[in-house]
């Protein structure tokens, strides 16, 4: 390391020896998770009853009137460029007018269906004196695209995603930050009215964002009668990870470390400042319009009820302990609940003295907690929820990526195979001990989850290293449970041609 990489590193708030652990990951890769198994209804996953539905809603109903504190947290930092790859593709290429049956084809058609519609229209006419319906019978179809992405004109090529235009209403257009703020409104809103939301933004977009919020919480609240409590931050510049050649020796550009942004992972970090008991996690572009998220509003609360469940067992469990008023019968039935409920299984629990056991379920019990909703695959099986071997030895749920499961073991593909759910990233997370102090999540995450990948940059190669997924490896030793919901749950916008479907028209 030169001097000027020691300062390089002192300003981003990163230790020389973290530096050089993350150089040595390069060497040493991340491994395979051990697997028992993936998770399945009445194995690793809960499938509530309409009994149990409605207890669960009615315990966060409670949760709510008694003054618990809630927050809502949106990582909205994504960039929309990957929705309208096909679209970019189409504008570099030399056809004029797409292919039959292409994706581009398919979005030229549905013209009239998008929320963004009017917007785009109004630019085509400023750009080409010419609406969208001439530019579409003149086969004017690259220029309807440019007016979409350039900069001149929509510019949604370079916009994050949550400020898009999703869904059309009669007093016009909504985009997904206002769809969170909406559904905050009917499933987060405190006893005082009051909704707490959190976004994390990329440091370029922040003050559209704000701008944004601005211009639509008035109105939201008005139509709600909610107040709002809205703050924003940006991965830290401590979590950046640095990038090597192929040979794993620092990558440098015009002599100076190149660092980039660690994943999602690196979101642990803001997650951990919030200060709330509950907070739900759920991503930018998984929203409806309101005549589609009666779903997503009923399981929204299922799945929080179901979490004060959970954590009402174990701050009973713990204060049993603590007081030490229990019985041989009450140490039986918390190993119940951990085999149960939490599907901590763990053989050298059968060996231990009565004292070490009880301090074993105290240390397994005083976690975090997260219930996960999990919808039903229908499509190709790929990362999920399944139950694996932690390095304790003991066995518990995660969410695995397809990078965290050894291709080459033929028992793993089996279990890929024939796994019944995939994770939507629906989560909800009670993250203060039995004494209303906050766990400093960052140290639940396992180290050894992460992933690395190959990039390039001005064409050379370089690798990546990918930190343990904020619901993935950085919530690795948390209480977890899994909880199905219905697909209607689950309605993402990968690609622009998503808005087409029955889910995002109103």
């Not at 709330?276 to 399981?299: L, M």
């Not at 056991?357 to 397994?364: A, D, F, G, P, T």
């Not at 030895?393 to 759910?421: C, F, R, W």
């Not at 009670?430 to 050894?448: I, M, Q, S, T, W």
Request: proline share 5%.
């Amino acid at each position: 390391m030169t001097p000027e990489d020691a300062k390089t590193l002192e300003q981003r708030g990163i230790t020389p020896e973290h530096f050089n652990a993350q150089i040595k990951r390069f060497e040493t890769g991340f491994p395979y998770l051990r697997i028992l198994d993936s998770a399945r209804i009445g194995a690793g996953i809960v499938g509530l009853d309409d009994a149990g539905m409605e207890k669960a809603v009615a315990r966060w109903d409670k949760f709510l009137a008694d003054g618990g504190e809630v927050y809502k947290f949106v990582p909205a930092s994504g960039a929309a460029s990957r929705m309208f790859k096909a679209l970019f593709e189409f504008l570099d290429g030399e056809a004029n007018v797409p292919a039959e049956g292409s994706a581009v084809a398919k979005f030229i058609d549905g013209l009239e269906n998008f929320a963004f519609y009017p917007e785009l229209d109004k630019v085509a006419k400023r750009l080409y004196d010419a609406d969208l319906n001439s530019l579409k019978a003149g086969n004017r179809c690259k220029e309807i695209v440019a007016a979409l992405l350039g900069r001149e004109g929509l510019n949604y090529g370079n916009l994050p995603k949550g400020l898009l235009e999703f869904h059309s209403y009669a007093d016009g257009a909504r985009t997904p930050l206002e769809e969170h703020l909406v559904e905050g409104a009917q499933t987060a809103a405190n006893s005082k009215g009051i909704v707490n939301l959190h976004f994390t933004v990329s440091p370029e977009h922040r003050a559209l964002f704000e701008e944004k919020i601005a211009a639509s919480v008035p109105a939201i609240e008005k139509k709600f009668n909610v107040k709002y409590n809205i703050s924003l931050s940006e991965q830290k510049k401590s979590t950046d990870t640095v990038a090597v050649n192929p040979d794993n020796t620092p990558f440098r550009e015009n002599g100076n470390l190149l660092f980039r942004p660690g994943g999602h992972g690196a979101l642990i970090e803001n997650l951990n400042d919030i200060d709330s008991a509950v907070i739900f996690i759920k991503n930018i572009d998984n929203v409806v319009p309101d005549s589609k998220r009666g779903a997503t509003i009923d399981y929204k609360k299922v799945i929080a009820g179901y979490l004060m469940e959970v954590q009402d067992r174990i701050a009973a469990d713990l204060e049993m302990i603590n007081t030490g008023k229990y019985t041989i019968d009450d140490i039986r039935e918390m190993i119940a609940f951990m085999h149960d409920t939490l599907n901590i299984r763990d053989e050298k629990m059968k060996t231990l003295e009565d004292a070490d056991l009880v301090l074993y379920i105290k240390e397994k019990l005083n976690r975090p907690i997260r219930v996960c909703g999990m919808v039903r695959n229908e499509g190709e099986p790929g990362g999920g929820p399944f139950v694996t071997y932690n390095p304790d030895g003991s066995t518990s749920p995660q969410i695995l990526e397809s990078t965290q499961i050894d291709p080459a073991n033929a028992s793993y593909k089996e279990m890929v195979s024939k796994a019944t759910h995939f994770n939507p990233v629906d989560l909800v997370c009670y993250v203060k001990d039995v004494n209303g102090k906050k766990f400093d999540l960052p140290r639940y995450a396992d180290p050894d989850t992460g992933f690395i990948s190959s990039k390039s940059k001005n064409g050379k190669e370089l690798r990546a290293l990918e930190l343990p997924g904020l619901w993935n490896g950085a919530m690795s030793d948390w209480n977890t449970v899994f909880v199905e919901v219905p697909i209607a749950t689950f309605n993402p916008v990968k690609t622009v041609n998503d808005l087409l479907r029955d889910a995002h028209q109103g």
